[in-house]
């Protein structure tokens, strides 16, 4: 995961966690865009949990990106 995502979701987040004590969920879905900027781009991705909101910014490559923050749905 650690090349998907930007480095203070790894150090502050991803890093941390156990991924033993992590549900096992899997995308059930299509992604749905929500908001969009020079900056960032929103998508609600349902999982068969509770969807997730995921942003995504621009990674240091052309046309990469990288997952800056994923917070629970709703």
């Known amino acids: 995961m650690r090349p998907l ?35 960032e781009d929103v998508f609600d991705v349902p999982t068969t949990g509770a969807w997730v909101r995921v942003h995504l910014v621009p990674g240091p490559a052309a046309g990469a990106w990288l997952v800056s923050t994923v917070e629970p749905g709703g």
């Open 5 to 39: 995502v930007t480095h203070a979701l790894w150090t502050t987040g991803l890093s941390l966690t156990e991924p033993s004590s992590t549900p096992a969920e899997t995308v059930a879905g299509e992604p749905r865009q929500v908001a969009v900027t020079a900056h």
